[in-house]
């Protein structure tokens, strides 16, 4: 249900949400993938959505439930993600949570590749586009506000720093993956928030407790507080 009296400052914003693994064809049975619950992604567009935007998921396969009030658009390539993500354009808010693979096979064979005692096939991978950064170019049709994630281990400001810079983005929302942490598949993320003024740590927090803070400031950078 959503609370009828709960404040909607993103009301009249449209937002594009991705989420979840991309799975790249290797043959008609066979496949490469990028391991990804989804968790945090449909977290954001579920949050997004109880703030009034107007939200559509692009998503890779995942066990999750579609959130309530999102239009969900499935897909399972890296390349059905990029044109999903175009046609959802124009939107004002952009958040890649997607894990996608960065490579696919080139050549995808539409025959299953058989054993046939002459050992076993190399694959060759092709780069898969960058949707985050495609939709970063500047241009007519920019979300205003492009939010991007990195998981990182070591140095993960400076890593995720850099990332936002090549990648073109507003925000990067930066994921400690260091051994320990809980990230892939749990309930908890630690993650800091990166903006071209620097970065702001957050406390470790369930990933639905990092989706409302995510777009509660999201909500803020449209709706400057007044001072
Ligand atoms: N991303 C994307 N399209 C890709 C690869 C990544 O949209 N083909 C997005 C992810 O959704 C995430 C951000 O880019 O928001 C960073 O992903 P990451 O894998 O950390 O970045 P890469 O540039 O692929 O760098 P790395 O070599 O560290 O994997
Ligand atoms: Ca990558």
């Known amino acids: 249900f959503e609370e009828l009296d709960a404040p909607r400052p993103l ?7 991705t989420s979840g ?7 008609p049975v066979r496949y490469i993938a990028n391991r990804s619950s989804g968790k945090q992604g449909h977290a954001i567009a579920e949050a997004l959505r109880r703030l009034g935007a107007d939200v559509t998921l692009v998503t ?15 897909i399972e390539t890296a390349r059905e993600m990029l044109a999903a993500c175009e046609s959802a ?3 004002d808010i952009a958040v890649c949570a ?6 696919r096979v080139a050549g995808e064979s539409d025959r299953k590749l058989k054993k046939d005692g002459g050992g076993p096939p190399s694959l060759t991978l092709a ?13 007519p049709r920019r979300p205003a506000l492009v939010v991007g994630f990195a998981a990182e281990t070591g140095n993960v400001v400076d890593y995720a720093t850099a990332k936002r810079i090549r990648k073109g983005c507003d925000w990067i929302v930066a994921n400690d993956v260091s051994p320990g942490t809980t990230t892939f598949g749990g309930a908890d993320n630690t993650v800091h928030l990166i903006r ?3 970065a702001e740590d957050w406390p470790t927090m369930g990933k639905d407790a990092v989706a409302a803070r995510l777009a509660e400031a999201i909500a803020r950078h449209f709706n400057p507080p007044s001072t």
């Open 196 to 198: 071209a003024d620097g």
């Open 60 to 74: 890779g396969p995942t066990r999750l439930p579609d959130p309530a009030g999102c239009t969900v658009r499935p």
């Open 11 to 17: 009301a009249g914003k449209r937002a594009l949400v």
């Open 98 to 103: 997607a894990a996608v693979a960065d490579w």
């Open 21 to 27: 693994p991309t799975v790249e064809p290797i043959d």
């Open 89 to 91: 354009l124009p939107a």
């Open 127 to 139: 780069e898969n586009p960058d949707i985050l950064a495609t939709l970063s170019q500047p241009g």
